[in-house]
T-cell receptor
């Protein structure tokens, strides 16, 4: 079945350093890849997304890259800040089903 | 962004009773809503896809007679946990995507979640 693997499960970085989270998907028909940030007890919030017809997208300190051939995509956060600390989820979606398959999550801790 | 409201935010119920959770899209129409379950420190597991005016589609391993889903209008979907037991205690989150041709590439908006505790 459809599956999204996410690594690492936990990540600690010093404030100002970069953080990279990687996901691999199994469904080659997936064409939309959002990234969500979830703070404790709160709803997931979209931080960036990428479509299958694009290889890279950037929004200020956040960027996402997509390698369709290898079926993996990555989240890059530069100049990390303590408020970036949260759980990050990647997801993959296929046009037609519209449902998201989420990765297992990465708990990011930015140390001041 | 669009707003999805989920109610209640938290509920405590006795074992054996049923609990209804509502998910509303406040400023857009959603032909499709999704129900997820999240255990502490774990990912969001898709339970079912709720389609307006038709039966929900359940993921493998999810009991449809236990988790009743109704999507009676373009702005409201409900999840009823029937005969709840302590193992049903979890964080339930709904999401909705806007209806229309863009669905393949549009953001899904999440409700604030419902923490269910069965005692």
């Amino acid at each position: 079945g459809e599956n999204v693997e996410q690594h690492p499960s936990t990540l600690s970085v010093q404030e100002g350093d970069s953080a990279v989270i990687k996901c691999t998907y199994s469904d080659s028909a997936s064409n939309y890849f959002p990234w969500y940030k979830q703070e404790l007890g709160k709803r997931p919030q979209l931080i960036i997304d990428i479509r299958s017809n694009v290889g890279e997208k950037k929004d200020q300190r956040i960027a996402v890259t997509l390698n369709k051939t290898a079926k993996h995509f990555s989240l890059h956060i530069t100049e990390t800040q303590p408020e970036d600390s949260a759980v990050y989820f990647c997801a993959a979606s296929r046009r037609g089903t519209y449902k998201y398959i989420f990765g297992t999550g990465t708990r990011l801790k930015v140390l001041a | 962004g669009a707003v999805v409201s989920q109610h209640p935010s938290w509920v405590i119920c006795k074992s054996g009773t049923s609990v209804k959770i509502e998910c509303r899209s406040l400023d857009f129409q959603a032909t499709t809503m999704f129900w997820y379950r999240q255990f502490p420190k774990q990912s969001l597991m898709l339970m079912a896809t709720s389609n307006e005016g038709s039966k929900a589609t359940y993921e493998q391993g999810v009991e449809k007679d236990k988790f009743l889903i109704n999507h009676a209008s373009l702005t409201l979907s409900t999840l009823t946990v029937t005969s709840a037991h302590p193992e049903d205690s979890s964080f339930y989150i709904c999401s909705a995507r806007e209806a229309g041709e863009k669905q393949g590439f549009t953001e899904a908006f999440f409700g604030q979640g419902t923490r269910l505790t069965v005692v």
